[in-house]
């Protein structure tokens, strides 16, 4: 069974994190998955849980990524990815590169809530809050 999700505006009593508290975690107990850029399978439509648009370096770049299947976009190209995963708990770590630089997204699921962060070199440069809507088989 999966949780479906749906943007939400207000994030009270939802204990927003820091870049330090994300980037000092422990990835050595995750599971590492490297996501190689592929075709997607089935219908082939994206489901994306969230997606930002940044400036760096006087350019603008769309940043997106779905939880069904681990992917990132960025301005519609998909891109390889290093993913950390756990047994238990539903957190997800990608990382990637953008112009040299770590793209880094941390999506935190607390029960029925998910925060999901953007960040660039160990700086958050997006937020997104969602909460649970639906259960789905």
Known sequence: MSMLFRRATSTEGRMKRSSNEINTRDMS????????????????KVKVTSAWTIDMSNSQYRVSFSRDNLHVW??????E???YITDHGYDVDLFFTLEGQEGHIYS???GHEM????????????QDYQ???DSAE
């Not at 995750?30 to 219908?43: A, F, H, T």
């Not at 960025?74 to 891109?79: D, F, L």
């Open 29 to 44: 107990t995750k599971k590492k998955v490297i996501r190689k850029v592929q075709e997607l399978s089935g219908d082939g």
């Open 74 to 79: 960025i301005n519609g190209t998909a891109v």
């Open 81 to 83: 990815t290093t993913c």
């Open 108 to 110: 935190d699921v607390e």
């Open 115 to 126: 925060m999901n962060y953007l960040l660039i070199n160990g700086e958050i440069k997006g």
């Open 131 to 133: 909460t649970k809507v």
